[in-house]
């Protein structure tokens, strides 16, 4: 586990992502089409990078009875395990990292991965292994939810990049140079101050043909892309909906 970034969501991240109870409009937009309507209550599904755990929430308060949470952090697990409590479904939430689930091959109907989770795994081949373990344990016929930041929805990316540069040398963090590597501009909703002088987890920005093609090599379908319309916390965003299709291979 890399753990500065178990650090950063244990620290100045948590409290947004323990909190943190709405969801946005491609959130619900996503959610809505591919897990919401009609689907069937009893089936497996498995929420990667949980944080608090809204995305359960949203799912016990609506009837489904077979949830899983996974994350990397404990303190956001224990969060998302009190806001749960509440709910009559037992939800088993566990601490793992997505790059090696223990969850057997093709036992999960639907695995969602929203936010910035594979986007927090600093090395290609980790990203890569996380789409591939979603795609493992998910079962033929089943539903891959999963949210990027998009590279081209930014302007500043270029800006930020450059001005980084010189930080990324400067505290010897090479692997990061490039540009689509860049640094949380805000913690806990306040500017990162201390970005220049201290060493810190960066957020992988994907360009779109990037993330659909280690998708696709992971061996998703994708169904449909979907991004923000309005601004809002989450504009950045590039949503993804794919599928395994039936009489898909497990790698
Ligand atoms: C930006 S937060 C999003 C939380 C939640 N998905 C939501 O949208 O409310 C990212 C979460 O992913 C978790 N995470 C990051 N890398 C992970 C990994 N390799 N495996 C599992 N969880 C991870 C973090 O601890 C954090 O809780």
């Known amino acids: 586990m890399d753990q500065t970034l178990v650090n950063l969501y244990q620290t100045s991240e948590f409290a947004e992502w323990a909190w943190m109870r709405q969801l946005e409009e491609p959130e619900r937009k996503v959610l809505g089409k ?5 689907a069937d209550r009893h089936m497996a ?22 949830l899983f949470g996974i994350d990397i952090s404990a303190s956001l697990l224990a969060a ?13 939430l566990e601490q793992m990292d997505m790059r090696a689930l223990t969850y057997p091959s093709e036992s999960l109907d639907c695995v969602l991965a929203l936010q910035q989770v594979v986007c927090g795994i600093d090395d290609p081949a980790g990203r890569r292994q996380a789409l591939a373990e979603c795609f493992r ?23 930020v990049s450059l001005i980084s540069w010189p930080f990324k040398l400067l505290k010897g963090e090479f692997r990061y140079m490039s540009y689509q590597y860049l640094p949380l501009l805000k913690l806990g909703g306040c500017w990162n101050w201390q970005y220049p002088c201290r060493r ?31 601004p809002g916390r989450h504009r950045f965003g590039l949503y993804l909906a794919c599928g395994k299709a039936t009489g898909g291979k497990t790698r």
Request: with cysteine; hydrophobic share 45%; charged share 25%.
């Open 137 to 159: 344990v998910l079962k033929p016929g089943g539903i891959f939810l999963c949210s990027v930041l998009d590279y081209s929805r930014r302007p500043l990316n270029l800006l």
């Open 34 to 38: 591919y897990l919401l309507a009609g």
């Open 45 to 66: 599904i498995l929420d990667v990078g949980t944080g608090g755990g809204r995305f359960l929430e949203e799912l016990a308060m609506r009837g489904f009875d077979h």
């Open 80 to 92: 998302a395990g009190k806001r749960l409590s509440v709910y009559p479904v037992g939800v088993k």
């Open 200 to 230: 810190q987890p960066y957020a992988y920005w994907y360009r779109r043909s990037e993330i659909l093609r280690d998708l696709r090599a992971a061996g998703f379908v994708i169904h449909e892309t979907l991004a923000a319309e309005r």
